[in-house]
């Protein structure tokens, strides 16, 4: 009876044991064997199907499917749409032929080149975007030119920035408006003191020298570096956006910066010397410094104008008109010699225009004493009016930089030269290039905006403070005097009292003895 009671107590052990595994839950669906044999089992007495044995494990498999089939959802996430599929959903936009569109208005001249065939002969040179995205900018061009009424418009070029590009349609307006030039007529800060003086100041306070440096008008739309308006975009089929007209001060503050390009129009320039506008007003400045410096044409292909070829005192040149009896020139003599090129595009000055204007003269200045002594001693100081070279200079009185030659010649193809074209690269500005194949030529600019400076970038010193007014006499404080000086200068004084009495006693004297 022992050995029996000992094995029965082992077997209950034994069970608890086995039972304690059994419900021993899974990591994985959080379920335990003792309760999914359970519902088996309970299934199997209320459905009691034929051949048991052989469905018992299907069954077992529907009931773990029951258990997570109200948790699991047979719907998948829509995909977030990219920023690459946007872009084609905009670009697809320019594919599309309007149904509206009739075969005559196709045929009709356009303002646009033949962009296709620059790409052709882009691609001989070595430079350029490629044909696909070439076509690409072609279709937005011609979206550009359906918008706009243009007369003119081409593939100017593509600028890299850090976030985004931007590619740069150069354009000539139908209907050029001329600008209407702010009043910037401001309140002298010597005339100022002045009226102050005038008041009530019996002191009057030292008189300040400086005087600000007047500004530079800008270029009115049509002429010098404002010629042509530009418009920009980051991708073909993304809307144009038009560059304001440029102005003296943002391209000579321009020449003195180096800051790359965002891609976002509205970020401010932070730099020294400061530059007045954002990176609007900084992309234009620079757009105008190069088509000023790597703008050129075969030798003969433009000509002077007629109303300026006939003045012959005035001079540099600054218009031009295609030359309906040029005949092209040989690739190889334009790859030898700089001479067969020239410059179409006007230089700009040091004051940040194409045109001298004299800012001495100031007309409706008040006429008095002192403004005509004033005037007298500017006339004295007036500037020596500044003259850039002509238009349509040969690019061999281009100067070298850094001991490098402005620009690099080479030929596309010394294995085809019958088929050849001649190309110039810009050493001056890294990235233009321009290309001359017989009557043809086309200039292009891919780059980072970024002039060369030789080895290094050193940013500019700021200047020395100037004096607020001259140092004298009249205004340098003095030492106080001893009590030994203040006792002789007291002397001195009383001296000096008694004489003038003296002598104004001698005088009445002499008037009775009259």
Not at 165 to 179: F, G
Not at 259 to 283: A, C, Q, R
Not at 296 to 308: C, D, I, K, L, R
């Amino acid at each position: 009876m022992d050995g029996n009671q000992e094995n029965s107590e082992q077997r209950l052990q034994s069970a608890a044991s086995f039972k304690a595994f059994m419900m021993k839950s899974s990591t994985e669906s959080n379920l335990n064997l003792y309760d999914h044999l359970t519902s088996v089992l309970i299934k199997v007495m209320d459905e009691r199907p034929q051949n048991v044995v052989d469905v018992i494990e299907d069954m077992s498999l529907d009931l773990k499917r029951g258990l997570f089939k109200d948790k699991q959802s047979t719907l998948r996430d829509l995909p977030q749409t990219t920023a690459a599929e946007l872009l084609a959903q905009r670009q697809r936009l320019l594919f599309a032929r309007p149904e509206e569109a009739d075969q005559e208005e196709e045929l009709m001249e356009t303002p646009l080149p033949n962009v296709s065939e620059i790409c052709f002969y882009m691609e001989q040179a070595g430079v350029g975007l490629g044909r696909e995205e070439m076509q690409r900018i072609l279709l937005a061009l011609k979206q550009l030119v359906e918008a706009q009424v243009l007369l003119r418009c081409r593939m100017w070029g593509k600028i890299l920035g850090t976030e985004s590009s931007y590619i740069v349609a150069e354009a000539e307006e139908d209907e050029r408006e001329t600008e209407n030039q702010e009043d910037e007529a401001s309140s002298d800060p010597l005339e100022t003191e002045a009226h102050f003086m005038e008041i009530g100041e019996t002191d009057p306070l030292p008189k300040s020298t400086y005087r600000p440096l007047p500004a530079v008008p800008k270029e009115f739309l049509g002429t010098g570096a404002n010629k042509f308006v530009y418009y920009v975009c980051k991708e073909p089929g993304l809307p144009w956006v038009k560059l304001p007209s440029v102005s003296p001060e943002q391209i000579t503050a321009a020449r003195h910066i180096r800051k790359f390009f965002t891609g976002m129009l509205d970020t401010p320039i932070v730099s020294y010397p400061p530059f007045p506008g954002n990176e609007t007003n900084y992309l234009r400045a620079q757009i105008a410094r190069i088509s000023a410096g790597t703008q050129v044409s075969p030798q003969g292909f433009f000509q002077a104008g007629e109303e300026e070829g006939d003045e012959e005192d005035e001079a540099p040149r600054d218009s031009y008109e295609v030359n309906p009896d040029f005949e092209g020139i040989p690739v190889a003599e334009m790859v030898m010699s700089l001479s067969t090129w020239v410059h179409h595009v006007q230089n700009i000055l040091t004051q940040g225009r194409c045109t001298w204007v004299n800012v001495a003269v100031k007309p409706g200045e008040d006429s008095n004493e002192e403004g005509e002594a004033e005037e007298k001693e500017e006339e004295l100081d007036e500037p020596e009016p500044e003259v850039g070279p002509p238009l349509l200079t040969p690019l061999s009185q281009d100067t070298e930089i850094f001991n490098t030659p402005p620009w690099t010649p080479k030929v596309s193809s010394i294995l085809t030269s019958q088929h050849a074209v001649a190309v110039q690269r810009s050493n001056l500005w890294p990235g233009a290039c321009a290309y001359a194949c017989g009557k043809k030529f086309e200039n292009i600019y891919v780059g980072w905006g970024l002039k060369c400076t030789g080895e290094g970038y050193s940013p500019p010193v700021p200047p020395l403070p100037q004096n607020e007014y001259p140092s004298g006499p009249e205004i340098t404080e003095a030492l106080d005097p001893s009590l030994e000086e203040e006792q002789v200068l007291k002397e001195a004084l009383e001296e000096q009292e008694a004489a003038q009495e003296e002598l104004e006693d001698t005088d009445e004297e002499d008037e009775d003895g009259d």
